[in-house]
């Protein structure tokens, strides 16, 4: 991968939408010579796909939380994510270090359906306890997935 191919991949995360030519005049490349990098960087696996985002308000998920998670003793990653996986109000989680084990980005309709989501987290076997802090206000939010 080369500059070029680092300024196409930063114009589709702009705008996936974008034609070649015009992702081409940015970049200073033909549209042609566009499709084929295009074309390059998801055989080589470098882009996974296209898709849309949607403003989570819309499906009604407008209430969104980080929470910390404690586990008693040691617990696997696997079976943090098999716990996780069981409640549809977690969108994003993963072990970090420090005194939690994990970190879980959670969103909800509203501030009784994300108590009761918690609820079933805060159950699980290896759980001790969580901290939680709802969200205010989005300030950045970048996507590199």
């Given at each position: ?7 196409i ?15 081409g ?86 501030i ?20 939680s ?13």
């Amino acid at each position: 991968m080369d500059d070029l191919d680092a300024g196409i991949l930063e114009e589709l995360r702009q705008n996936a939408r974008a034609s070649y030519g015009d992702i081409g005049a940015r970049i200073g490349l033909s549209a042609s010579a566009v499709k084929r990098r295009v074309d390059r960087l998801v055989a080589d696996g470098v882009i996974r796909g296209f898709t849309i985002q949607v403003d989570p308000a819309v499906d009604g998920l407008a209430t969104e939380a980080y929470v910390e998670l404690f586990c008693r003793g040691t617990v696997a990653p696997r079976e943090l994510k098999r716990i996780l996986s069981g409640v549809p109000e977690v969108v994003d989680a993963g072990t970090v270090t420090g005194s939690a084990d994990a970190i879980v980005h959670m969103r909800s309709r509203d501030i009784p359906s994300l108590e009761m989501a918690l609820e079933r987290v805060r159950v699980a076997p290896n759980v001790d306890h969580t901290r939680s802090a709802i969200v205010l206000s989005r300030l950045i939010n970048r996507n590199y997935d």
